[in-house]
């Protein structure tokens, strides 16, 4: 990875735990004075394994972090077409993704790609940026920025890293829906529609694109969470993470689609909708 690339966006100190008390009692001031109860809600909540894999093993480079967090699960990563990546030439191109797990689908996305072209990098929220070890694969921006100034100044600061990540030659891997993949009113567990604004920055990038299908899905307590509300659902994810244990995770990498081939979708919408089918055409596991 180049010196430019690594300087691209500030890296912030990487604490020994994701998430910690400090933490929780700084956006929760109901939580002040109350260490006990955090850290029984921790472990509640499976944090506490997450933090302490963290501190574990944060001094490992992104795709080596990932990848033995899978093996110490016990899961097994089955790669359907992963030959498109071993031929992948040098230069810039750009993954999308569904997005059923959470942060497995971004740690996946690392060590698979990764593993090719160790300058890959994947947009992620700022709960994903809470894993400080794979900060320096991660361009954060903020999902829920609305109107705070402060929060919409991530979010420009992260496309904007991202725009030079790519033109300066390096990959970058996007969730285009931007969230969790959720239960629909046919009681499928997909994405919701991928979002225009980042099949804009594809747009824009003209580079090549290559579609990632991550199968199956979280449970089902995890999927009734979030139709009462998505916080108790992200509180979920750590949970969803350690109950994998012993799993084999399905992975279909589809065909590059170059730019000539997107060039005749002219608005984002209809890009998006192309992409996204061509991603969930990788659906059937033969």
Do not use: C
Not at 5 to 28: F, I
Not at 124 to 143: Q, S, Y
């Amino acid at each position: 990875m180049s010196e430019n690339n690594g300087e691209m966006q500030e890296q912030l100190p990487v604490k020994r735990a994701v998430l910690d008390y400090d933490d929780v009692r700084k956006m929760a001031p109901f939580f002040e004075g109350k260490e006990k109860l955090v850290n029984r809600v921790f472990h509640w909540l499976a944090v506490d394994k997450t933090n302490d894999y963290h501190s574990r093993n944060m001094h490992l480079p992104g795709p080596e972090f990932s990848h033995k967090m899978f093996d110490e699960l016990g899961a097994t990563m089955t790669i359907r077409n992963e030959e498109v990546l071993n031929s992948i030439p040098e230069g810039p191109f750009v993954t999308v993704s569904n997005h059923p797990y959470g942060a497995l689908d971004g740690m996946a996305l690392i060590d698979i790609v990764g593993h090719h072209r160790s300058d890959f990098k994947v947009m992620v929220n700022m709960i994903l940026n809470h894993i400080g070890a794979l900060r320096p694969n991660f361009i954060a921006v903020d999902a829920l920025a609305s109107d705070d100034p402060a929060k919409r100044a991530v979010s420009v600061k992260g496309i904007t890293d991202a725009m030079r990540h790519v033109k300066q030659g390096h990959p970058l891997g996007f969730f285009p829906a931007g969230a969790v993949s959720k239960l629909t009113w046919g009681l499928r567990i997909e994405d919701r529609e991928w979002q225009p604004s980042v099949i804009r920055i594809i747009q824009k990038l003209k580079v090549p694109v290559i579609p990632i299908y991550f199968h199956g899905h979280n449970s089902w307590v995890f999927t009734m969470l979030g139709m009462i509300d998505w916080r108790l659902r992200t509180l979920r994810l750590p949970t969803e993470v350690f109950n994998k244990t012993n799993r084999e995770f399905r992975v279909s990498v589809g065909n590059v689609i170059t730019p000539e081939e997107m060039a005749q979708y002219t608005t984002p919408e209809e890009l998006g909708a192309f992409l996204k089918q061509k991603t969930y055409n990788l659906k059937k596991w033969l």
